[in-house]
C-alpha cells in the first residue's frame, strides 16, 4: 500500500539512488579481494628470499626498524598466478608463525648463549694458564676439555637441528634435554674454576698468604716460648750423673769428717796473703767449679802462689770439700766455704735478700702455668732459679768478704782457663774499679738493652748508648772499690728496682750501673763469650783466649751442649778419680 504522503513521482529517483550505492560497495569488495590474494603472493615470495639471507630473524628485525614498508612485492614468476594464488593461504599461515615466534625459541637462545658464554670462558682461563705457566699442563687442559665439551655438545645432530634456519616448532623435549646437558657442564664449568681461583686471582692468592704467614707466626711464637721454657728446664736440670757425683762426695764427708772438716782449725796464713794471686769463685756445681780450679792451675806458671775462695751453699759444701782435698791441684791453694759463714749477709744489709722475702717475687718465679711462666718471653732468663740464690750476689761484697786483699780476680763457675792469667795483676787499673771485656758491637749489647730509659732515674744518669761489658772474668780493684762506695751505691739502686721497675732480675744491669763509671775495658783475648749458645764462633779466636766462657743455656756439663766446644771443658775433668768414674760422668 503506498503511502499516501509521498508523492508517486519520486519513487524512481529513490530507487535509482539505492541501486547505485549497491553497486559500488559491490565493486569495492572485488577490488578489495583481488589485492589481498595479491598482497599475500607477494610476501610468500619475500619470505622465501628472506630465508635465503638469515630467515625470520632478518624480517623481524626489517619490523622492529619500521622497514616492511620500503619492501617492494613482486609475484612468483615460476609459479604463475594460480600458484600463487592457490598457495598465498599456506605463506599466510607460514608467515604468521614466523612473526609470532615459537615460545620455546627464547629458551633455547638463552639455553645456546649460556653454553657458548661458558665456553669461551674456559678458553679464557686456559689462555691465562698458558700465559701465568700455573700448573699449565694441568690447567690448560682440564680447561680446553670444558670449552670442547660445549662445542661437542652443541654439533650433536639432535641438537643442531634445534639452531636450524627452518621455522618448524621445537620439540620440546629435546630443549630440555640439550638445558640439562648444557647446566650439567656450566656446573662442572663453575667448580673447576672455583677450584682453581686462587690460581688466577693474585689477590685471593695475596689473603691467602697472608692468613698462612700470620697462622705460621702464631705457631712459631707458641714454639718458641715452650721451647724457651723447656730450653730453661733443660739448662737448670741437674744431670743423673752430677747428682750421683754430689751424693756420693757427701757420703764419704760424712764417712771421714776427720779428714775434710776445717772447723777449729786456723786459717792459712796464705789464705789472706795480698801478695798472692786471689780467685774468688761461687758455684753450687761441684764439677764445674774443680774444672775452673784444675784448668787455672794446670796453665798458670806458678801455681803455688794462686789461692782460690770457693763459696757454696750449705747443701754442697760437704761435696765441694771432699771434691778439693782429693787432689793437690799443682800446690794451689783452695779456700770452701759457706755463704752462711759470711754473717752480715743476712735481709736486713742485703736487699736482694729482703726482696726474696717478698710474695711478688716468690709469685713471679713460682707460677707453675706454662701460659704464666712464658708470658715475658724476651726475658724468660730472668726466671732461672739461680737469682734466687744469695750466691750470685755475693761478687758485690767482695771488699767485705776479703777484707785483707787488695785485688781480686772474679770468676764464673761455666768458664775454662786456658792460659796464665797473672797478666791481669800487672794492669794499670788507672783508678777504676772493675776490669772487664767490653761485649758491645753496633747497637747490641748497649746500656739500653738492660735497662729501663724511660725511668727519668735511669735516663737522667745514664747514656742508653754506653757500652756493657761482660760478667765471669772481672778483674776488681778492692781499694777502688772501697774508696768509690761501689757497694753502697749497689745497694741504692737495688732498693729503688724494689718492684722490678728500673730492669729486670739479674746481676749484670745492676753491675752495669755500679761500675758505670769506674770500669776499665780489657782486651778482647783476655776473655771470649758465647760458647753455651752461640755455635759460629771461630776456633781461632778461642785457641787465642785466656779464658772461654760457656755463658747461654747450653752448659758444657749437659747433653744439649755443642759438641765441637765440649772438648774444651772435658779435659779439664779428672776421670781418673773414683768417685767420678763410679758415676759414669761423661758417658
Known sequence: MVNPRIPLSRIPTFK?????????????????FLFTTHSYSSHQHHFTLGEKFGGVGLVSDLIARGQMGRIRFFPDPVKGSEGGISHGFESIRRSILALKTDPLKPRLDQIRKQADDHRSLALVYASYARKLKLESSKLVRIFAELSVNFSDLMKKPQYRTLFSSDASPVDESVVRQLEK??????????????????????????????????????????AKKQGAFSSL??????????????????????????KYTTEGKPTPPEVEDPNLYHYALFSDNVVAASVVVNSATKNAKEPWKHVFHVVTDKMNLGAMQVMFKLKDYNGAHIEVKAVEDYKFLNSSYVPVLKQLESANLQRFYFENKLENATKDTNNMKFRNPKYLSILNHLRFYLPEMYPKLHKILFLDDDIVVQKDLTGLWKIDMDGKVNGAVETCFGSFHRYAQY?????????AKFSPKACAWAYGMNFFDLDAWRRE???????????LNENRTLWKLGTLPPGLITYYSTTKPLDKSWHVLGLGYNPSISMDEINNAAVVHF???????LDIAMAQFKPLWTKYVDYELDFVQACNFGI
Open 551 to 557: 755463658n747461654g743455656n747450653m752448659k758444657p756439663w
Open 233 to 258: 728446664i733443660a739448662a737448670k736440670s741437674i744431670p743423673k750423673s752430677l747428682h750421683c757425683l754430689s751424693m756420693r762426695l757427701m757420703e764419704e764427708r760424712i764417712a771421714h769428717p776427720e
Open 16 to 32: 535509482l539512488f539505492t541501486s547505485a550505492i549497491t553497486l559500488a560497495l559491490c565493486t569495492f569488495f572485488v577490488l578489495s
Open 485 to 495: 762506695k761501689c757497694t753502697e751505691e749497689y745497694h741504692y739502686w737495688q732498693n
Open 181 to 222: 646437558e648444557v647446566k650439567e657442564r656450566i656446573k662442572t664449568t663453575r667448580q673447576v674454576i672455583g677450584d682453581a681461583k686462587e690460581s688466577f686471582d693474585n689477590q685471593l692468592k695475596i689473603q691467602k698468604l697472608k692468613d698462612t704467614i700470620f697462622s705460621v707466626n702464631e705457631q712459631l711464637t707458641k
Open 451 to 459: 735497662m729501663n730509659f724511660s725511668h727519668p732515674l735511669i735516663k
